[in-house]
C-alpha cells in the first residue's frame, strides 16, 4: 500500500512550458485534491474532485486544469507555466471530505524560471 | 467560503516547557478541524483532529480543544521535545468538501 505518489519530485520549466504533475492513489479514495504551499502562505486548494468525472475548483485556481478519469489518478496541468507557479504542490486523498484526515504525497517542488 | 487564522507564526520554547498554537474560523457550519506537522522538506502529517461534536481532544502530549461558540481551537503540546520542532498546520472544513489551512506555526524547541 503505496498511499499517495507524486511524480516528478523536482521540475525545472521555463516559463510557457507546459507540464502535468502525476497524482496516483492506492486507498481507493473517493475525495483528492491538490494544494500549492508557499513560504508563510499555508496550504492553498487549487482544485479538488470528489469521485471520478467529477472536479470543482479551489481558492486558487488559475493557471490549472484538472481532470479525474479514474479514482486512482489526479494529473494537475500547467498549460503555461509562469514565474508566480513556482512552488512546491501537494496532492492529497481522503476517503470522504467530511471529517477525515486527507493523506498527503511527497510533494513536487516546481520551479520556474 | 471559510477563512481560518493562526497564531502565532513562530513560537520558541524550552525543552519540557508547554506550546500552545491557536485558529479560529468565520464558518459556522464547519465540523472538522485537524492538526497537521510538517517537518523541513517533508509531507504533512496528521497529528490530531476533532470534530464539532467534540470539546477535547488527547493523545498522549498532545491535545486540542473546540469552542464553537468563539469559532476558535487550540493546540497543545505538553513536556516539548526537540523533534516536536516543525511547522504545525491548522485546518477548518468538512462541511462543502473543502479544508482551509492556517498559513502555520513554526515551532522551535531549544534544548
Redesign the interface.
Same mark, same amino acid.
Given at each position: 500500500n503505496a498511499g499517495v505518489t507524486q511524480t516528478p519530485k523536482f521540475q525545472v520549466l521555463k516559463t510557457g512550458q507546459s507540464m502535468t504533475l502525476q497524482c496516483a492513489q492506492d486507498m481507493n479514495h473517493e *475525495?483528492m485534491?491538490w *494544494?500549492r504551499q508557499d513560504p !508563510?502562505? !499555508?496550504?492553498?486548494?487549487i482544485h *479538488?474532485s470528489?469521485g471520478a468525472g467529477i472536479t +470543482?475548483q #479551489?481558492?486558487v485556481p488559475n493557471g490549472y486544469n484538472v481532470s479525474r478519469s479514474t479514482t486512482e489518478d489526479f494529473p494537475l496541468r500547467l498549460l503555461s507555466a509562469a514565474p508566480s507557479q513556482t512552488s512546491v504542490y %501537494?496532492c492529497a486523498s481522503t476517503p470522504t /471530505?467530511? #471529517? @477525515? /484526515? @486527507?493523506h %498527503? #504525497? +511527497? !510533494?513536487t517542488r516546481l520551479s520556474i524560471l | 467560503g471559510e477563512n481560518v487564522e493562526q497564531h502565532p507564526s513562530t513560537l520558541s520554547v524550552q525543552e519540557g516547557d508547554s506550546a500552545v498554537i491557536k485558529c479560529t474560523y468565520s464558518d459556522s457550519a464547519s465540523n472538522y478541524f485537524p492538526w497537521y506537522k510538517q517537518e523541513l522538506g517533508k509531507r504533512p502529517q496528521l497529528i490530531i483532529d476533532i470534530r464539532s461534536n467534540v470539546g477535547e481532544k488527547k493523545d498522549q502530549r498532545i491535545a486540542v480543544t473546540l469552542n464553537k461558540t468563539a469559532k476558535h481551537f487550540s493546540l497543545h503540546i505538553t513536556e516539548t521535545q526537540p523533534e516536536d520542532s516543525a511547522v504545525y498546520f491548522c485546518g477548518g472544513g468538512g462541511s462543502n468538501y473543502k479544508l482551509t489551512f492556517g498559513k502555520g506555526t513554526l515551532l522551535t524547541v531549544n534544548p
Open positions: *475525495y485534491s *494544494y !508563510g502562505m !499555508g496550504l492553498r486548494l *479538488y470528489v +470543482d #479551489g481558492e %501537494f /471530505p467530511h #471529517g @477525515q /484526515p @486527507q %498527503f #504525497g +511527497d !510533494g | -
